[in-house]
């Protein structure tokens, strides 16, 4: 496989706007939706960095959510501009874990927060170490 010799981009910002389909009778962003959102968010992050997710799992390498993680600050609403920031916070030996803020483009202030934990497993469920080039040589130092 074809992959970036080290991963360096560790933030990354999208921009989200809430679809009709992802909102109550009421016209607000549903809780089930911000998964969904952060998901988005760790996908455009490796893609950043020259990674997509069908490559790894074509080398063996699939990541499960372990621990996910969401504080409902502020209400979103349908139509209403969002700012996701995504940041890649550890890599250790099987686990990474990103953070997440998001924020109201037109003010700033931060409608949600959160973390998740992905476990590296192989194709047959088991845990296996995380490839090298996905560790920064910062963590690559200490792991």
Not at 21 to 26: G, H, P
Not at 66 to 79: G, L, S
Request: with cysteine; hydrophobic share 35%; charged share 25%.
């Amino acid at each position: 496989m074809d992959f970036p010799k080290r991963v360096i981009i560790k933030s990354h910002t999208i921009t989200i706007i809430p679809r009709y389909n992802e909102t109550d009778q009421a016209g607000v962003v549903h809780h089930s939706v911000y998964p969904v959102w952060f998901e988005l968010g760790r996908t455009e992050l490796l893609r950043v960095n020259g990674l997509a997710y069908k490559k790894l799992e074509e080398a063996g390498v699939y990541f499960v959510v372990a621990e996910f993680h969401v504080k409902f600050r502020q209400p979103t609403k349908y139509d209403e501009e969002l700012q996701l920031v995504t940041e890649c916070s550890s890599v250790t030996a099987s686990k990474i874990k990103h953070s997440y803020t998001l924020s109201r483009r037109g003010d700033g202030v931060v409608v949600a927060e959160g973390t998740s934990v992905l476990a590296c497993i192989n194709g047959e469920g088991k845990v296996r170490r995380i490839p090298d080039f996905m560790y920064s040589e910062a963590e690559k130092t200490i792991v």
